[in-house]
Protein backbone atom coordinates (compact mmCIF):
# COMPACT_ATOMS: atom_id res chain seq x y z
CA UNK A 1 0.00 0.00 0.00
CA UNK A 2 1.19 3.31 -1.29
CA UNK A 3 0.24 6.70 0.14
CA UNK A 4 -1.50 9.02 -2.32
CA UNK A 5 0.90 10.82 -4.90
CA UNK A 6 0.13 14.37 -3.47
CA UNK A 7 1.90 13.38 0.18
CA UNK A 8 5.29 13.48 -1.54
CA UNK A 9 4.20 17.31 -2.15
CA UNK A 10 3.51 18.45 1.10
CA UNK A 11 6.52 19.86 2.57
CA UNK A 12 6.83 20.52 6.88
CA UNK A 13 7.69 23.15 9.12
CA UNK A 14 11.89 22.64 10.18
CA UNK A 15 11.69 24.55 13.34
CA UNK A 16 9.33 21.58 14.93
CA UNK A 17 12.38 19.33 13.45
CA UNK A 18 14.85 21.43 14.87
CA UNK A 19 13.43 21.16 18.12
CA UNK A 20 13.36 17.85 18.29
CA UNK A 21 16.84 18.18 17.68
CA UNK A 22 17.58 20.76 20.17
CA UNK A 23 16.10 18.34 22.61
CA UNK A 24 17.71 15.08 21.94
CA UNK A 25 20.78 17.16 23.13
CA UNK A 26 19.44 17.89 25.53
CA UNK A 27 18.20 14.97 26.78
CA UNK A 28 22.32 13.94 26.72
CA UNK A 29 23.14 16.58 29.18
CA UNK A 30 23.90 19.50 26.78
CA UNK A 31 22.80 22.87 27.41
CA UNK A 32 20.86 24.63 24.44
CA UNK A 33 19.53 28.38 24.07
CA UNK A 34 16.26 27.57 22.06
CA UNK A 35 15.97 30.44 19.35
CA UNK A 36 14.56 28.63 17.01
CA UNK A 37 10.72 27.94 17.87
CA UNK A 38 8.39 30.78 17.09
CA UNK A 39 6.38 31.25 20.12
CA UNK A 40 5.97 33.89 22.88
CA UNK A 41 8.22 32.31 25.89
CA UNK A 42 5.34 34.67 28.29
CA UNK A 43 2.98 32.66 29.85
CA UNK A 44 -1.02 33.23 28.68
CA UNK A 45 -2.24 36.41 30.66
CA UNK A 46 -4.29 35.46 33.69
CA UNK A 47 -6.95 37.11 33.12
CA UNK A 48 -7.58 34.90 29.75
CA UNK A 49 -6.72 31.49 31.64
CA UNK A 50 -9.53 32.58 34.46
CA UNK A 51 -12.06 33.40 31.62
CA UNK A 52 -11.14 29.79 30.49
CA UNK A 53 -11.50 27.96 33.75
CA UNK A 54 -14.56 29.68 34.17
CA UNK A 55 -15.86 28.63 31.13
CA UNK A 56 -15.12 24.73 31.86
CA UNK A 57 -16.93 25.45 35.22
CA UNK A 58 -20.00 26.82 33.47
CA UNK A 59 -20.44 23.67 30.86
CA UNK A 60 -18.28 25.16 27.35
CA UNK A 61 -17.22 21.60 27.05
CA UNK A 62 -19.58 20.75 24.22
CA UNK A 63 -19.87 21.40 20.75
CA UNK A 64 -20.10 24.89 19.85
CA UNK A 65 -21.80 26.06 15.55
CA UNK A 66 -19.23 25.03 12.94
CA UNK A 67 -18.34 28.92 12.13
CA UNK A 68 -17.48 29.86 16.10
CA UNK A 69 -19.70 30.97 18.68
CA UNK A 70 -21.39 34.24 17.44
CA UNK A 71 -20.24 35.96 20.76
CA UNK A 72 -16.52 35.03 19.72
CA UNK A 73 -17.71 36.16 16.10
CA UNK A 74 -18.81 39.49 16.96
CA UNK A 75 -15.50 40.28 18.79
CA UNK A 76 -13.33 39.50 16.21
CA UNK A 77 -15.47 41.65 13.84
CA UNK A 78 -15.27 44.48 15.97
CA UNK A 79 -11.72 44.41 16.60
CA UNK A 80 -10.68 43.95 13.08
CA UNK A 81 -12.48 46.73 12.01
CA UNK A 82 -11.50 48.80 14.83
CA UNK A 83 -7.70 47.54 14.32
CA UNK A 84 -7.53 47.91 9.82
CA UNK A 85 -9.62 51.01 9.79
CA UNK A 86 -12.42 48.43 8.00
CA UNK A 87 -16.20 47.35 8.05
CA UNK A 88 -16.98 43.71 8.81
CA UNK A 89 -19.68 41.46 10.43
CA UNK A 90 -19.62 38.81 11.96
CA UNK A 91 -20.83 36.83 9.16
CA UNK A 92 -17.17 37.67 7.12
CA UNK A 93 -15.44 35.94 10.63
CA UNK A 94 -14.51 31.79 10.62
CA UNK A 95 -12.89 30.82 13.83
CA UNK A 96 -10.47 27.56 13.58
CA UNK A 97 -8.03 25.83 15.52
CA UNK A 98 -5.05 28.04 14.97
CA UNK A 99 -3.99 30.75 12.25
CA UNK A 100 -2.81 27.53 10.21
CA UNK A 101 -6.07 26.46 9.21
CA UNK A 102 -6.49 29.90 7.02
CA UNK A 103 -3.73 29.33 4.82
CA UNK A 104 -5.18 25.32 4.60
CA UNK A 105 -9.10 25.95 4.01
CA UNK A 106 -8.85 28.45 1.65
CA UNK A 107 -6.17 27.72 -0.51
CA UNK A 108 -7.68 23.85 -0.36
CA UNK A 109 -11.12 25.76 -1.52
CA UNK A 110 -9.73 28.41 -4.05
CA UNK A 111 -6.90 26.65 -6.01
CA UNK A 112 -6.92 24.22 -8.63
CA UNK A 113 -4.02 22.68 -10.40
CA UNK A 114 -2.06 24.85 -12.51
CA UNK A 115 -3.78 27.90 -10.94
CA UNK A 116 -0.44 30.28 -9.80
CA UNK A 117 0.58 31.72 -6.40
CA UNK A 118 2.63 34.72 -5.75
CA UNK A 119 4.15 34.32 -2.40
CA UNK A 120 6.96 35.91 0.21
CA UNK A 121 10.20 33.84 -0.26
CA UNK A 122 11.78 33.54 2.17
CA UNK A 123 8.34 33.00 3.90
CA UNK A 124 6.39 30.53 6.30
CA UNK A 125 6.51 27.48 4.74
CA UNK A 126 3.64 26.09 4.77
CA UNK A 127 2.34 28.33 1.69
CA UNK A 128 4.62 27.00 -0.28
CA UNK A 129 3.83 23.24 0.53
CA UNK A 130 0.27 24.23 0.61
CA UNK A 131 0.88 25.26 -2.83
CA UNK A 132 2.80 22.35 -4.39
CA UNK A 133 0.42 19.91 -2.59
CA UNK A 134 -2.71 21.43 -4.35
CA UNK A 135 -0.86 20.77 -7.32
CA UNK A 136 -0.80 25.14 -8.32
CA UNK A 137 2.36 26.74 -9.44
CA UNK A 138 4.46 28.54 -6.87
CA UNK A 139 5.29 32.06 -8.12
CA UNK A 140 8.10 33.22 -5.14
CA UNK A 141 8.22 36.58 -4.53
CA UNK A 142 11.92 37.23 -3.41
CA UNK A 143 12.22 39.58 -0.15
CA UNK A 144 15.19 41.76 0.03
CA UNK A 145 16.78 42.66 2.60
CA UNK A 146 18.41 46.35 1.58
CA UNK A 147 14.44 47.62 1.16
CA UNK A 148 13.67 45.85 5.00
CA UNK A 149 12.58 43.05 3.87
CA UNK A 150 10.05 43.71 1.41
CA UNK A 151 9.72 43.32 -2.31
CA UNK A 152 10.74 45.25 -5.39
CA UNK A 153 7.01 46.23 -6.93
CA UNK A 154 8.36 46.19 -10.53
CA UNK A 155 9.30 42.60 -9.84
CA UNK A 156 6.12 41.78 -8.50
CA UNK A 157 4.38 42.95 -11.89
CA UNK A 158 6.31 40.91 -13.68
CA UNK A 159 5.29 37.90 -11.89
CA UNK A 160 1.62 39.40 -12.55
CA UNK A 161 0.07 36.51 -15.02
CA UNK A 162 -3.61 36.02 -16.34
CA UNK A 163 -3.13 32.66 -14.22
CA UNK A 164 -2.53 34.22 -11.01
CA UNK A 165 -5.38 33.17 -8.87
CA UNK A 166 -3.80 34.46 -5.16
CA UNK A 167 -1.34 36.84 -3.97
CA UNK A 168 -0.21 35.72 -0.42
CA UNK A 169 1.24 38.79 1.83
CA UNK A 170 2.58 38.58 5.71
CA UNK A 171 3.64 41.53 7.39
CA UNK A 172 4.87 41.94 9.74
CA UNK A 173 6.68 38.75 8.35
CA UNK A 174 7.66 35.58 9.46
CA UNK A 175 10.71 34.57 9.07
CA UNK A 176 12.44 38.10 8.71
CA UNK A 177 10.50 40.25 10.81
CA UNK A 178 10.10 43.33 7.98
CA UNK A 179 7.29 44.86 7.47
CA UNK A 180 6.29 46.01 4.00
CA UNK A 181 5.56 50.01 4.09
CA UNK A 182 2.27 51.51 3.63
CA UNK A 183 2.74 52.76 0.18
CA UNK A 184 4.13 49.63 -1.28
CA UNK A 185 0.75 48.19 0.14
CA UNK A 186 -1.51 51.15 -1.74
CA UNK A 187 0.46 50.10 -4.79
CA UNK A 188 -0.04 46.47 -4.66
CA UNK A 189 -3.73 47.55 -4.05
CA UNK A 190 -3.71 49.18 -7.03
CA UNK A 191 -2.17 46.66 -9.35
CA UNK A 192 -4.73 44.01 -7.58
CA UNK A 193 -7.91 46.05 -7.28
CA UNK A 194 -9.08 45.21 -10.69
CA UNK A 195 -8.13 41.42 -10.89
CA UNK A 196 -9.69 38.33 -10.29
CA UNK A 197 -7.42 37.15 -7.64
CA UNK A 198 -7.46 36.42 -3.89
CA UNK A 199 -5.67 38.03 -1.47
CA UNK A 200 -4.58 36.02 1.49
CA UNK A 201 -3.30 38.57 3.92
CA UNK A 202 -1.28 37.01 7.15
CA UNK A 203 -1.66 39.40 9.68
CA UNK A 204 -0.50 37.33 12.73
CA UNK A 205 1.66 39.29 13.55
CA UNK A 206 -0.27 42.22 13.40
CA UNK A 207 0.26 43.34 16.99
CA UNK A 208 3.41 42.96 17.29
CA UNK A 209 5.60 45.91 15.50
CA UNK A 210 7.99 48.53 17.04
CA UNK A 211 7.10 51.06 14.26
CA UNK A 212 5.08 54.20 15.23
CA UNK A 213 2.06 53.56 13.11
CA UNK A 214 0.87 49.94 13.22
CA UNK A 215 1.34 47.67 10.16
CA UNK A 216 -1.20 48.59 6.86
CA UNK A 217 -3.77 45.87 6.51
CA UNK A 218 -4.28 45.30 2.44
CA UNK A 219 -7.95 45.44 3.27
CA UNK A 220 -7.68 49.56 4.32
CA UNK A 221 -7.51 50.60 0.35
CA UNK A 222 -10.57 50.80 -1.67
CA UNK A 223 -12.04 47.65 -2.99
CA UNK A 224 -9.67 45.00 -1.54
CA UNK A 225 -11.84 43.97 1.56
CA UNK A 226 -14.27 42.13 -1.34
CA UNK A 227 -11.50 39.89 -2.48
CA UNK A 228 -9.13 39.54 1.03
CA UNK A 229 -8.73 37.08 3.43
CA UNK A 230 -7.83 38.30 6.80
CA UNK A 231 -5.24 35.95 9.13
CA UNK A 232 -5.31 36.58 12.08
CA UNK A 233 -5.65 34.74 15.68
CA UNK A 234 -4.50 34.63 19.09
CA UNK A 235 -1.09 32.55 19.57
CA UNK A 236 1.17 35.70 19.24
CA UNK A 237 -0.59 38.08 19.99
CA UNK A 238 -1.88 36.65 23.58
CA UNK A 239 0.64 34.22 23.87
CA UNK A 240 -2.04 31.18 23.36
CA UNK A 241 -0.20 28.97 20.77
CA UNK A 242 -1.04 25.84 22.67
CA UNK A 243 -4.48 26.79 22.55
CA UNK A 244 -5.08 26.56 19.09
CA UNK A 245 -7.64 29.12 17.78
CA UNK A 246 -7.34 31.44 15.36
CA UNK A 247 -9.57 32.82 12.54
CA UNK A 248 -10.05 34.23 9.64
CA UNK A 249 -11.98 37.51 8.03
CA UNK A 250 -13.22 37.16 4.16
CA UNK A 251 -16.14 37.70 1.48
CA UNK A 252 -19.13 35.02 3.15
CA UNK A 253 -19.05 32.93 -0.26
CA UNK A 254 -15.28 31.60 1.02
CA UNK A 255 -16.63 31.42 4.79
CA UNK A 256 -19.58 29.13 3.32
CA UNK A 257 -16.52 27.08 1.92
CA UNK A 258 -14.13 26.91 4.92
CA UNK A 259 -17.31 26.06 7.08
CA UNK A 260 -17.64 23.32 4.78
CA UNK A 261 -14.17 22.03 5.19
CA UNK A 262 -14.33 22.52 9.02
CA UNK A 263 -16.92 20.31 9.42
CA UNK A 264 -16.07 17.76 7.46
CA UNK A 265 -11.95 17.72 9.82
CA UNK A 266 -13.40 19.79 13.13
CA UNK A 267 -16.38 19.91 13.54
CA UNK A 268 -15.91 22.76 15.54
CA UNK A 269 -13.24 24.83 17.30
CA UNK A 270 -13.06 23.96 21.35
CA UNK A 271 -15.59 25.96 23.06
CA UNK A 272 -13.95 26.83 26.04
CA UNK A 273 -10.94 28.36 24.50
CA UNK A 274 -13.63 30.57 22.40
CA UNK A 275 -14.53 32.06 25.85
CA UNK A 276 -11.27 32.91 26.57
CA UNK A 277 -10.89 34.43 23.24
CA UNK A 278 -13.76 36.74 23.84
CA UNK A 279 -11.71 37.49 27.41
CA UNK A 280 -8.32 38.21 25.07
CA UNK A 281 -10.03 40.85 22.59
CA UNK A 282 -12.35 42.24 24.97
CA UNK A 283 -10.21 42.45 28.44
CA UNK A 284 -7.28 44.98 29.27
CA UNK A 285 -4.36 45.04 26.31
CA UNK A 286 -1.78 46.29 28.60
CA UNK A 287 -0.42 42.99 28.40
CA UNK A 288 -0.09 42.58 24.58
CA UNK A 289 1.76 46.52 25.31
CA UNK A 290 4.08 45.14 28.10
CA UNK A 291 4.83 42.05 25.79
CA UNK A 292 5.80 44.24 22.36
CA UNK A 293 8.08 46.35 24.90
CA UNK A 294 9.65 43.49 26.10
CA UNK A 295 10.29 42.05 22.36
CA UNK A 296 11.50 45.91 21.43
CA UNK A 297 14.49 45.56 24.28
CA UNK A 298 15.58 41.92 23.38
CA UNK A 299 15.40 42.84 19.41
CA UNK A 300 17.52 45.90 19.73
CA UNK A 301 19.88 43.17 22.71
CA UNK A 302 19.96 40.42 19.78
CA UNK A 303 20.52 42.85 17.00
CA UNK A 304 23.24 44.77 18.25
CA UNK A 305 25.01 41.00 19.42
CA UNK A 306 24.59 39.22 16.21
CA UNK A 307 26.23 42.53 14.42
CA UNK A 308 29.45 42.33 16.37
CA UNK A 309 29.81 38.59 15.31
CA UNK A 310 32.86 38.35 12.20
CA UNK A 311 30.59 37.76 8.88
CA UNK A 312 27.05 38.37 10.36
CA UNK A 313 25.22 41.65 9.61
CA UNK A 314 21.64 41.65 11.19
CA UNK A 315 18.98 44.42 9.84
CA UNK A 316 16.80 45.30 12.98
CA UNK A 317 13.52 44.23 11.85
CA UNK A 318 10.27 46.25 12.25
CA UNK A 319 7.74 43.70 13.74
CA UNK A 320 7.62 40.38 14.55
CA UNK A 321 10.08 38.02 17.09
CA UNK A 322 12.61 37.02 14.53
CA UNK A 323 16.06 38.59 13.59
CA UNK A 324 17.29 37.36 10.18
CA UNK A 325 21.20 37.57 10.02
CA UNK A 326 22.58 38.01 6.74
CA UNK A 327 26.01 35.25 7.27
CA UNK A 328 27.36 35.39 3.82
CA UNK A 329 30.66 36.90 5.04
CA UNK A 330 31.31 33.90 7.21
CA UNK A 331 32.14 31.91 3.93
CA UNK A 332 29.94 28.80 5.41
CA UNK A 333 26.26 27.75 3.82
CA UNK A 334 23.50 29.02 5.95
CA UNK A 335 22.84 25.40 6.80
CA UNK A 336 26.18 23.79 7.84
CA UNK A 337 26.56 27.34 9.92
CA UNK A 338 23.09 26.94 11.94
CA UNK A 339 24.26 23.10 12.28
CA UNK A 340 27.69 24.21 13.45
CA UNK A 341 25.85 26.50 16.30
CA UNK A 342 23.58 24.12 17.55
CA UNK A 343 25.56 21.17 18.07
CA UNK A 344 28.72 23.04 18.76
CA UNK A 345 27.42 25.92 19.98
CA UNK A 346 24.40 25.12 21.99
CA UNK A 347 22.59 27.92 20.20
CA UNK A 348 19.41 25.88 18.43
CA UNK A 349 18.25 28.39 15.39
CA UNK A 350 17.02 28.12 11.72
CA UNK A 351 18.34 28.14 8.61
CA UNK A 352 17.22 30.95 6.63
CA UNK A 353 17.43 28.04 3.28
CA UNK A 354 13.96 26.46 5.08
CA UNK A 355 12.00 29.39 4.42
CA UNK A 356 12.53 28.83 0.76
CA UNK A 357 15.59 29.65 -1.92
CA UNK A 358 15.52 33.28 -1.01
CA UNK A 359 16.42 32.82 2.51
CA UNK A 360 19.69 30.86 1.60
CA UNK A 361 22.65 33.01 3.32
CA UNK A 362 20.69 33.63 6.69
CA UNK A 363 19.90 32.26 9.67
CA UNK A 364 16.52 32.87 11.60
CA UNK A 365 16.64 33.41 15.51
CA UNK A 366 13.60 34.14 17.19
CA UNK A 367 14.05 36.09 20.43
CA UNK A 368 11.33 34.42 22.16
CA UNK A 369 13.41 33.90 25.06
CA UNK A 370 15.31 36.18 28.25
CA UNK A 371 17.69 39.16 27.50
CA UNK A 372 19.63 36.97 29.68
CA UNK A 373 19.54 33.80 26.74
CA UNK A 374 19.75 35.85 24.54
CA UNK A 375 23.11 37.40 25.42
CA UNK A 376 24.26 33.71 26.26
CA UNK A 377 23.61 32.83 22.76
CA UNK A 378 25.69 35.82 21.32
CA UNK A 379 28.73 35.06 23.44
CA UNK A 380 28.44 31.43 22.26
CA UNK A 381 28.33 32.44 18.52
CA UNK A 382 30.87 34.93 19.28
CA UNK A 383 33.09 31.56 21.08
CA UNK A 384 33.01 29.92 17.81
CA UNK A 385 33.55 32.82 15.41
CA UNK A 386 37.17 31.54 15.09
CA UNK A 387 35.58 28.20 13.20
CA UNK A 388 35.02 30.75 10.53
CA UNK A 389 37.35 33.75 10.39
CA UNK A 390 40.24 31.84 9.76
CA UNK A 391 38.65 30.63 6.51
CA UNK A 392 36.03 33.22 5.31
CA UNK A 393 37.34 35.98 2.51
CA UNK A 394 35.24 39.47 4.02
C1 LIG B 1 3.40 33.83 9.33
C2 LIG B 1 2.63 32.86 10.15
N1 LIG B 1 1.38 32.58 9.83
C3 LIG B 1 0.65 31.69 10.52
C4 LIG B 1 1.17 31.03 11.61
C5 LIG B 1 0.34 30.01 12.32
O1 LIG B 1 -0.06 30.35 13.58
P1 LIG B 1 -0.84 29.34 14.52
O2 LIG B 1 0.16 28.78 15.48
O3 LIG B 1 -1.89 30.16 15.19
O4 LIG B 1 -1.46 28.26 13.67
C6 LIG B 1 2.49 31.30 12.00
C7 LIG B 1 3.11 30.57 13.13
O5 LIG B 1 4.28 30.47 13.29
C8 LIG B 1 3.24 32.24 11.26
O6 LIG B 1 4.51 32.52 11.56
Same mark, same amino acid.
Given at each position: ??? &? ?5 ? #?? @? +? ?9 ? !? ?24 ? &????? !? ?19 ? &? ?26 ? *? ?5 ? @? ?10 ? *? ?20 ? @? ?13 ? +? =? ?19 ? =? ?20 ? $? ?5 ? +??? /? ?21 ? $???? #? ?37 ? %? ?27 ? /? #? ?22 ? +?? %???? !? ?7 ? !????? *?? @? $???? $? ?28 ? &???
Amino acid at each position: MKL &AERMSRI #GV @E +SAFDVLVKARA !LEAQGRSVVHLEIGEPDFPTPAHIVE &AAKAA !LDGGWTHYGPTQGLPELREAI &AAYVSRTRDIKVGPEHVSVVPGGKPIIF *FPMLALL @EPGDEVIYPNPG *FPIYESMINFLGAKPVPMPLEE @ERGFSFDLDLFRDRL +S =DRTKMVILNSPQNPTGGVIPH =DDIRALAEMLRERDVVVLSDEI $YARISYG +SEP /PTSITSFPGMLEKTIILDGFSKT $YAMT #GWRMGYGVMPTWIVDAVNKLMVNSNSCTASFTQRAGIAA %LTGPQNCVDQMVAEFRKRRDAICGGLNQV /P #GFRCAVPGGAFYAFANVKGTGMSS +SE %LADL !LLYEGGVSC !LNGGA *FG @E $YGDG $YIRFSYANSLANLEEAVTRIQKLAHRWTSV &AVR
